[in-house]
């Protein structure tokens, strides 16, 4: 992901946060990339469920739906 990003550039980005948003609120914004990173991932997979469902739910009904006319033509023959 990230190509040729050595010991010295992971120093100086480490150095250039901790100059930007201070010792104190270092902790807090850690946690919310955190957070961010959790929520999103969660997202994706609860779309991926939610995807999944709903093609269940269309094969189901497609299924009964298939069920019902095979009964209607079969009482008719009868």
Same mark, same amino acid.
Request: charged letters at 25%; aromatic letters at 8%; hydrophobic letters at 45%.
């Given at each position: 992901?990230? @190509?040729? %990003?050595?010991?010295?550039? =992971? &120093?100086?980005?480490? &150095? =250039?946060? %901790?100059?930007?948003?201070?010792? #104190? +609120? =270092? @902790?807090?914004?850690?946690? /919310? %990339? /955190?957070? /961010?990173? +959790?929520? &999103? #991932?969660?997202?994706? #997979?609860?779309?991926?469920?939610?995807?999944? =469902?709903e093609k269940l739910e269309n094969k189901k009904e497609e299924l009964?739906?298939?069920?019902?006319?095979?009964? #209607?033509?079969?009482?008719?023959?009868?």
């Open positions: 992901m990230f @190509p040729n %990003l050595g010991g010295q550039e =992971l &120093f100086i980005i480490l &150095f =250039l946060a %901790l100059l930007i948003f201070g010792a #104190k +609120r =270092l @902790p807090e914004v850690g946690a /919310g %990339l /955190g957070k /961010g990173i +959790r929520s &999103f #991932k969660e997202a994706i #997979k609860g779309a991926d469920v939610k995807e999944d =469902l009964t739906m298939s069920s019902q006319t095979t009964e #209607k033509s079969s009482t008719k023959e009868a």
